[in-house]
């Protein structure tokens, strides 16, 4: 089933609203978060938060630091996906009969976001890729249609998927063809021998995954799948894939 979300920003509001769940909220344009991080409070202000709990008083106004949630800025895109993140579950529970029977919906998202131009293209293109590669089908922000076909993010996303199985299976055939001389080893040469083939194949196969894709998918979707990955292998797979596809 696909549903319908609208999100618009202004006037120091958020509105959101799915007619086809009958849901609609307004909210202020504020996010409230305690020194470690965790949010305690979308949409409200510190007066919203004594009202609701007089007695915390004196530690909401110690602890809590507010913010705005949506400004033109990598940060305010980074609060507008968690803000997403926690209406589309709010959305969620309340799933009919149907849906909870025959699983996931799909979300096509329209989102009026104020100078969202101005900010930084790469930022956009990140922003719009991971509000894509899950549960959003189509994403339109400002009345324009913004993201990549969905044939072209879901043989991304699959040749991601069948990467570690590909890479597993090349891996253990060259271990089957090799076995006689790599286990005459000593056992230590025989783990270092082990570690370099497997991550050496997973780069190989990177290579080839990233060089066959250029052909047939955007750039620009490719370089956000790469820089969306976290960690130190992450951070050097954009390194080394970000130029080929440059070529």
């Known amino acids: 089933m696909v549903v319908d979300?609208?999100?618009q920003v202004s006037d120091g509001k958020i509105m959101v609203e799915s007619k086809q769940k009958g849901y609609h909220l307004n909210l202020k344009n504020t996010l409230g978060s305690i020194p470690s991080g965790m949010v305690v409070a979308?949409?409200?202000?510190l007066e919203d938060l004594i009202r609701e709990n007089p007695h915390n008083a004196g530690k909401f106004k110690e602890e809590v630091k507010f913010e705005q949630l949506y400004t033109a800025s990598a940060k305010g895109l980074e609060n507008l996906q968690f803000f997403f993140a926690y209406q589309a579950v709010q959305l969620g529970k309340q799933k009919n009969l149907l849906g909870r029977l025959f699983g996931s919906?799909?979300?096509i998202c329209n989102l009026e976001l104020p100078d969202y131009e101005k900010i930084d293209e790469d930022v956009r293109k990140q922003f719009e890729y991971t509000m894509t590669k899950s549960a959003v089908r189509e994403l339109r922000i400002n009345t324009v249609s913004v993201g990549w076909e969905v044939w072209q993010r879901s043989l991304l996303g699959l040749?991601?998927?069948l990467l570690p199985l590909l890479v597993f299976l090349v891996w253990y055939l060259f271990l089957m063809m090799t076995s006689q001389y790599i286990y005459s080893l000593h056992l230590a040469f025989i783990l270092l021998v082990w570690v370099i083939s497997?991550?050496?194949f997973y780069f190989l196969m990177m290579f080839i995954?990233?060089?066959l894709l250029k052909r047939f998918l955007p750039q620009d979707l490719i370089v956000s799948e790469l820089r969306d990955r976290s960690g130190v292998l992450g951070k050097l797979e954009l390194r080394l894939f970000e130029g080929l596809l440059k070529r």
């Open 209 to 211: 995954r990233t060089f």
């Open 42 to 45: 979308i949409g409200q202000s």
């Open 198 to 200: 497997l991550v050496s």
């Open 105 to 107: 919906e799909a979300l």
């Open 159 to 161: 040749t991601r998927s």
């Open 5 to 7: 979300i609208r999100i």
